[in-house]
């Protein structure tokens, strides 16, 4: 009985070691190989992405909760900006917004300052949202390319599968098991490298839109301010709190 058990155990250890998954690239060779380096580090830089990414989006949220809740509060536009973050994507826009009125008076042709103001204050965000949006692309195309990557090591397993049947005529299973194995792990690492990436792609993408609509509207609030010469702000959380009246004194009775 142990003896059996024993066997057993030693052909299972050898057929995994047989089938195992490197034995399966050592089957495919170099093109095997290079397609599992390949996916393997698509996955590497696709995590690198998504990560260095969500560190940006997630520093950007904080500074624009903290851009609501005091900077309106100062009780001028360059106060404010001085008391932002030095790398502070709202302090940018700020100081875009600001360096555009100054320039605005040495103009020789004739601008409208509405139209200039909205120029500069368009391309700082312009240029934000490009920056958060760097590397977003590389995840798009390897949620797009990885699938035929495999597909390609899985069409090259088949392949060798049919050699091997043609040239032991018949459809053996120790003949197909290794090149059929080896297909399906192709199949596997492609849709394992795809589907992370896709989902990043579109997580990340909707963030930087909500980040983008933030950014739009505090682009807007500094150009009221400019245009109007600081007449035109938005209400500062604690001024926005309507005063409380005084309690009515009851009417005195006659005497």
Same mark, same amino acid.
Request: proline share 4%; aromatic share 8%.
């Given at each position: #009985? ?11 250890? @050898? ?41 940006? *989006? $997630? ?12 900077? /309106?509060?100062? $009780?001028?536009? !360059? ?7 030095? $790398?502070?994507?709202?302090? *940018? ?7 555009? *009125?100054?320039? +605005?008076?040495?103009?020789?042709? =004739?601008?409208?300052?509405?139209? /200039?103001? +909205? ?11 490009? *920056? ?7 995840? &798009? ?44 792990? #192709? ?8 589907? =992370? ?8 993408? !909707?963030?930087?839109? @909500? ?8 682009? $807007? ?6 245009? @109007?010469?600081? &007449? ?19 009417? &005195?009775?006659?005497?």
């Amino acid at each position: #009985m142990l003896t059996t058990i024993l066997a057993a155990g030693a052909g299972a250890k @050898s057929a995994a070691e047989q089938y195992g998954f490197f034995n399966a690239l050592n089957q495919g060779g170099v093109i095997s190989y290079a397609v599992a380096i390949t996916l393997a580090l698509f996955l590497f830089v696709s995590l690198y992405i998504l990560f260095t990414k969500l560190f940006e *989006q $997630n520093k950007v949220i904080a500074q624009g909760k903290r851009v609501r809740a005091s900077f /309106w509060s100062a $009780n001028s536009l !360059r106060e404010a900006a001085a008391k932002l973050e030095k $790398n502070s994507a709202y302090k *940018q826009i700020v100081d875009d917004g600001i360096a555009a *009125q100054d320039q +605005h008076s040495k103009l020789t042709d =004739p601008v409208e300052a509405h139209d /200039w103001l +909205h120029g500069s204050l368009a391309r700082s965000e312009a240029q934000i949202n490009s *920056q958060l949006g760097a590397g977003l692309a590389f995840l &798009a195309t390897v949620g797009a390319t990885a699938p035929f990557i495999g597909l390609f090591g899985t069409v090259l397993g088949i392949y060798r599968a049919l050699i091997a049947i043609g040239a032991a005529g018949q459809a053996s299973i120790d003949k197909v098991a290794g090149p059929v194995g080896e297909a399906l792990i #192709m199949t596997a690492l492609g849709l394992v490298v795809a589907v =992370p990436a896709v989902l990043a792609y579109n997580w990340l993408q !909707r963030r930087n839109k @909500s980040i983008a609509e933030d950014l739009s509207a505090f682009s $807007n609030d500094v150009l009221g301010y400019l245009a @109007s010469g600081g &007449a035109v702000r938005p209400v500062a959380p604690n001024r926005g709190a309507p005063a409380k009246a005084a309690p009515a004194k009851a009417p &005195a009775s006659a005497a």
